[in-house]
């Protein structure tokens, strides 16, 4: 009788490629105690590393505290949420070029806090700082080890401040913009697909040159995609739907999604053209980028070595450069500057959006050669000291002027009272504690001046956003405002040169006010 059949016996010098079959052997006391210290290593580090983060990030960001607003557009920000706390509606009462999460945020903030002060915004743009910090960190430790993340994060909130004090002490749209932005390239390094999706829609909703972290977003998809040869169609799905989804929410169920569409995307073409003192515009963008350079300097030139050893030389070796290629970091860099030359205007808190990739790439740089952390961390932290003591002795000229025309304002007026001010500093209606005439809060609405371009080119009554001119005089028809203020000065848009303010100030008011090159004009009686 034929006993059972055996297996065939294997080849000399070839191995069996059947698998072993074995059963999972349950965790043991060595590997459980592995598993605990490096979970504590994990959160020891994370507990030791945000605190001094914390610090930083406050004490750099004190001089914000220092004065009652900072820029034009905490001012618009603060006369936006009033009137929407008044029963504005956005996006047709209350207008703006701007996605609506930060108006939003101003007016949750003043209906806790009031609205005499701008300290609870300040303090979450310190906050918003802080996460950013964390999650640079977070990647530079993924990337290059614990020192590196420590170092990325003390470098982003150092050169945080390393612009015009006006644009890095000001809680306005790139500062909140910052974290989710960062946000969407970790998940994505981390091919959290979905989750990058929708952190590009809230970077998005915030202001809109931040959906630009789309292209590396995208990018990673489909070199990861190449890498492991696996479909990309169903991550991509994942990207636009975390993407649209909450975009679509907030445009159908939040806002009017006509005026939304009008006043976020297609509205804002003739604003954002090259016409203008072009001179003036590119004289701010290499002023700014070279501000920036120098604030950066201690970490830039790392990189810039990198580069020239790299390209004119020899390769430098990458040993502990786990991830290798920092291609998506240069892409995400690049999708930035793009982002920052939309509408040529180049003001110095659009470069904010340059310096999370920015630091990035120096933290590799020098995690990865022989350039030691010292002089590096050294250099910045003296740089953000002179523009932290540039922020506490910055002029105040302007401020001082804009308050002593507001207190004047707020005598010449109740506050039952409209007010219109023709200028480009709407802080104006939140210092007098009045509310405005019109939704068009500058005259850049209704004539397409500009501040970061100053030429007279393309400005004018004619420029106007579409249909201004016909909304604004049914919101005068409604009721004049009692008080007018000039505040154009030499500007292309004053008075004489546009006749239908030129002919409202003669008819219907007399002046009562000069100070310095701005007009108080109060209504006739």
Not at 8 to 19: D, E, K, M, Q
Not at 126 to 145: D, E, F, N, P, Q
């Amino acid at each position: 009788m034929a006993g059972p059949a055996l297996p065939a016996p294997i080849p000399p010098g070839r191995l069996s490629t059947v698998p072993t079959p074995t059963r999972p052997r349950p965790a043991g006391p060595a590997a459980r105690l592995s598993e605990r210290v490096r979970t504590q290593v994990r959160v020891g580090y994370w507990t030791r590393l945000v605190p001094v983060l914390a610090l930083v990030a406050l004490l750099t960001h004190i001089p914000s505290f220092a004065r009652p607003v900072w820029s034009p557009d905490e001012g618009f920000l603060a006369t936006q949420a009033r009137m929407l706390a008044d029963g504005g509606v956005l996006y047709d009462t209350v207008v703006d070029r701007k996605p609506p999460l930060l108006p939003w945020l101003y007016q949750a903030c003043f209906a806790v806090f009031g609205s005499a002060s701008l300290w609870p915004q300040r303090t979450l743009a310190v906050v918003a700082h802080l996460v950013t910090a964390i999650l640079l960190a977070s990647i530079a430790r993924g990337r290059w080890g614990n020192r590196a993340g420590a170092g990325a994060g003390l470098l982003y909130l150092l050169v945080s401040i390393g612009l015009s004090p006006e644009d890095t002490q000001a809680a306005t749209f790139e500062v909140f913009m910052l974290p989710a932005m960062v946000a969407a390239f970790r998940y994505a390094e981390r091919r959290r697909w979905l989750a990058a999706g929708i952190a590009v829609a809230l970077c998005s909703l915030t202001k809109q040159t931040g959906g630009a972290v789309l292209l590396p977003v995208l990018w990673m998809l489909f070199q990861d995609a190449r890498r492991r040869g696996v479909r990309w169609p169903p991550a991509l799905f994942k990207i636009g739907f975390g993407f649209i989804l909450p975009i679509a929410l907030v445009a159908v169920i939040l806002t009017k999604p006509k005026g939304f569409l009008f006043w976020v995307v297609t509205g804002s073409g003739d604003y954002a053209t090259f016409g203008g003192a072009w001179l003036q515009m590119l004289g701010r963008a290499f002023g700014n980028s070279a501000i920036l350079v120098a604030a950066g300097l201690g970490f830039l030139f790392p990189v810039g070595r990198r580069l020239w050893l790299k390209y004119r030389h020899r390769p430098l070796p990458v040993a502990g450069e786990e991830h290798g290629s920092t291609t998506d970091l240069w892409v995400w860099l690049l999708s930035s500057a793009v982002a920052v030359s939309v509408g040529f205007h180049f003001f110095g808190h659009y470069y904010l959006q340059l310096i999370p990739p920015l630091v990035l790439l120096g933290t590799g740089a020098v995690a990865t050669s022989a350039i030691r952390w010292k002089p590096v961390l050294v250099y910045t932290t003296v740089a953000a000291t002179v523009f932290w003591a540039l922020a506490l002795a910055w002029p105040g000229e302007r401020l001082d002027r804009t308050t002593e025309v507001a207190t004047a304002v707020a005598a010449q007026t109740t506050p039952k009272d409209t007010v219109l001010v023709w200028g480009m500093h709407p802080e104006l209606y939140w210092l007098a504690d009045r509310k405005p005439a019109s939704r068009y809060l500058t005259a850049g609405f209704l004539t397409n001046y500009s501040g970061g371009k100053d030429g007279s080119q393309n400005v004018g009554e004619q420029f106007s956003v579409s249909n201004a001119w016909q909304t604004f005089d049914k919101e005068l028809a409604n009721g004049l405002p009692e008080v007018v203020v000039d505040d154009s000065g030499i500007a292309p848009y004053q008075p004489v040169l546009v006749p239908r303010i030129e002919n409202l100030l003669d008819t219907h008011y007399e002046m009562v006010g000069v100070f310095a090159d701005t007009v108080v004009y109060r209504l006739k009686h």
